[in-house]
Antibody, heavy 121, light 107 residues
Framework: EVQLVESGGGLVQPGRSLRLSCAAS????????MHWVRQAPGKGLEWVSG????????GYADSVKGRVTISRDNAKNSLYLQMNSLRAEDTALYYC??????????????WGQGALVTVSS | EVVLTQSPGTLSLSPGGRATLSCRAS???????LAWYQQKPGQAPRLLIY???SRATGTPDRFSGSGSGTDFTLTISRLEPEDFAAYYC?????????FGQGTKVEI
């Protein structure tokens, strides 16, 4: 069974940093692209960032480019999102998401339950 | 980036009814790489359809996708009580992948 478990969310002040982690299990982690997708309270879905199976290819939404870094450790079956210079508009539930194949551009076939990030003073 | 516009915003129907959800893209979706997701309150989204018309594992056959280029449709042939939820389209043919704003199917 595919499982994606996010951690690292919480309340953070504007301008500070936070690192989200995602522990994956139930599939060959090193064969699939992975993503972070967020959802602000009561709003729709927004893709944040994605990474290919071997980390050679990454992508970022314009709204976070320059402030966020995605990475993965295939030996640890883990995905990360380093977020810096956080803003109030980054407040959202952040989902760890598995791509359907090895590329960055693929549909998202499994989702975690999300980590809540709240940016507020 | 490709902007996806879903209509209607809300669809009010009865169990047993037929739902037709629209997703229109601001430019042609590369390779018709268009997916549909279902999200119920308090739950993560679930992949229903990918590459326009292919059902994901576990998607009932009352769900069908169609379309090409800039116009895509998700049809639910006979609504079951568990189908009342929000639905999002997504294009993944070009970067960045983008989502529509969603359609809520309500009783």
């Amino acid at each position: 069974e595919v499982q994606l478990v996010e951690s690292g969310g919480g309340l953070v002040q504007p301008g500070r940093s936070l690192r989200l982690s995602c522990a994956a299990s139930g599939f060959r982690f090193d064969e699939y692209g992975m993503h972070w997708v967020r959802q602000a309270p009561g709003k729709g879905l927004e893709w944040v960032s994605g990474i290919s199976w071997n980390s050679d290819s990454t992508g970022y939404a314009d709204s976070v480019k320059g402030r966020v870094t995605i990475s993965r450790d295939n030996a640890k079956n883990s995905l990360y999102l380093q977020m810096n210079s956080l803003r109030a508009e980054d407040t959202a539930l952040y989902y760890c998401v598995k791509g359907r194949d090895f590329r960055v551009l693929s549909p998202f076939d499994y989702w975690g339950q999300g980590a809540l990030v709240t940016v507020s003073s | 980036e490709v902007v996806l516009t879903q209509s209607p915003g809300t669809l009010s129907l009865s169990p047993g009814g037929r739902a037709t959800l629209s997703c229109r893209a601001s430019e042609s979706v590369t390779n018709n790489y268009l997916a549909w997701y279902q999200q119920k309150p308090g739950q993560a989204p679930r992949l229903l359809i990918y590459v326009t018309a292919s059902r994901a594992t576990g998607t009932p056959d009352r769900f069908s996708g169609s379309g090409s280029g800039t116009d895509f449709t998700l049809t639910i042939s006979r609504l079951e009580p568990e189908d009342f939820a929000a639905y999002y389209c997504q294009q993944y043919g070009s970067s960045p992948p983008t989502f529509g704003q969603g359609t809520k199917v309500e009783i």
